[in-house]
Structures are given as structure tokens and as C-alpha cells.
């Protein structure tokens, strides 16, 4: 299964975009890229995901690099009900566990 | 929709002593797998499943056991309880891999 690197932690001002990278360079031709979130005391919440396209939702974007050795989830205007715990990872295709790494731990200043 | 719904939602448990957890889902979803997660540390894996009657281990798979039975029920049980397996569970439901996963308000398990 494909390892990921994150941040432990980032800050950001309330209404402002945050970037979020996650390296996943072992990651294999055909595994999505998830990210899910996690607020405090519940249980983790989908976010987005995709493959090889940069992907758009409600809560987020998702860019991919051409390499797919790299993604990076993008709050465009980040609120406080925006902290939590965010987790990219990678399966499908050959990853059928749903693993999860140490996470980045956002931090939205008022 | 109930979604993913877990039993107990508490639980407090005497070292040696055997419980199960229940996973219930109703979104016939093939995919389910069993997490815990330690304070302040991120989801580790436990066991999982890709359908009704399949099992597989995941990262942390020692002390406990699974079964899946019936599609929509994934029971995970801890049959000799320690204090180390003390933390919070949560189980998720799949429709395939690659798509997205519905996680459980989780399980609060302490074994003293």
C-alpha cells in the first residue's frame, strides 16, 4: 500500500485559502486519492477524491500533480468549523484497504 | 438512512473479559473495515472486509477477531480484553474501493 507524508500541523485565518499537501510517491497507477477530515470527538468525513483530473466539490478542490506523486486539497475560504484533523489517502485499484496516515492538524485563526 | 450505525457507543470492560462490537450498515454497501484510534494518534486498521463472508487483516489485527456473516453486519470482538486494547473504534462502509467511506460516531471502549 502507498505510504503518505503530510504536515502535522498548519495555521490559517479564518476567509482565507488553505493549501494542504500530501506526498503519496509510492502511490500506484490506479489508486484514487481520498482525503477525509476529522472534527473533533466524531467520527472522520469524506472530503474529496480523485485520480488523475483536479477535482471540484462543495467542500473543497483537489489538485493532482501530472505525476500523481503528490496532491494537495484546497479550502478556498476557510472557516473555524474548518478545523480538524485532514487525512489524504490513497486506494483503489490495487489498495483495497482504506489506510490512513498521521494526518495534518488545521488550525483556523479568527 | 441510518447509515453506519455502531453498538455500544460506550463500554467499559475488565481485563480478561470478552465483548463484541457491532457494525451495522444499510446502505448495501460492499466494503467494511474496523479502525481504532488512540488519543491524538490517527485510524489505524484493524480488520476489513470486501463482502459477506470475506475477512482480511489490516495494520493491527492481534487480540481481535471479525465476522461478516451477513452483508449489512461487521462484528468485531475482543476475546481476552487488555488495557492496551483501551481506545476509541470506528467503523466505515464502502461501496467499492475507490469510493467514498461512511464512518460510525465510533465506539468508546475502556479495559481497566
Known amino acids: 500500500d502507498a505510504k503518505t507524508t503530510q504536515p502535522n500541523s498548519m495555521e490559517s485565518n479564518e476567509e482565507e485559502p488553505v493549501h494542504l499537501p500530501c506526498n503519496h510517491s509510492?502511490?500506484?497507477?490506479?489508486?484514487?486519492i481520498h482525503w477525509y477530515r476529522q472534527l473533533p470527538s466524531q467520527g472522520p468525513e469524506y472530503v474529496i477524491h480523485?485520480?488523475?483530473s483536479n477535482v471540484n466539490n462543495r467542500m473543497a478542490s483537489l489538485a493532482i500533480a501530472e505525476d500523481r506523486k503528490s496532491s494537495t486539497l484546497i479550502l478556498h475560504r476557510a472557516t473555524l468549523r474548518d478545523a480538524a484533523v485532514y487525512y489524504c489517502?490513497?486506494?483503489?485499484?490495487?489498495?483495497?484497504?482504506?489506510?490512513f496516515g498521521s494526518g495534518t492538524q488545521l488550525t483556523v485563526l479568527p | 438512512n441510518a447509515g453506519v450505525t455502531q453498538t455500544p457507543k460506550f463500554r467499559v470492560l475488565k481485563t480478561g473479559q470478552s465483548m463484541t462490537l457491532l457494525c451495522a450498515q444499510d446502505?448495501?454497501?460492499?466494503?467494511m473495515y474496523w479502525y481504532r484510534q488512540d488519543p491524538g494518534m490517527g485510524l489505524r486498521l484493524i480488520h476489513y472486509?470486501?463482502?459477506?463472508?470475506?475477512?482480511a487483516k489490516g495494520e493491527v489485527p492481534d487480540g481481535y477477531n471479525v465476522s461478516r456473516l451477513k452483508k449489512q453486519n461487521f462484528l468485531l470482538g475482543l476475546e481476552s480484553a487488555a488495557p492496551s486494547q483501551t481506545s476509541v473504534y470506528f467503523c466505515?462502509?464502502?461501496?467499492?474501493?475507490?469510493?467514498?467511506?461512511?464512518f460510525g460516531q465510533g465506539t468508546r471502549l475502556t479495559v481497566v
Open positions: 466505515a462502509s464502502s461501496f467499492d474501493r475507490g469510493t467514498e467511506a461512511f
Open positions: 509510492t502511490i500506484s497507477g490506479t489508486d484514487y
Open positions: 480523485g485520480l488523475t
Open positions: 489517502s490513497p486506494q483503489g485499484g490495487s489498495a483495497r484497504q482504506l489506510t
Open positions: 446502505m448495501n454497501h460492499e466494503y
Open positions: 472486509s470486501v463482502g459477506e463472508g470475506t475477512t
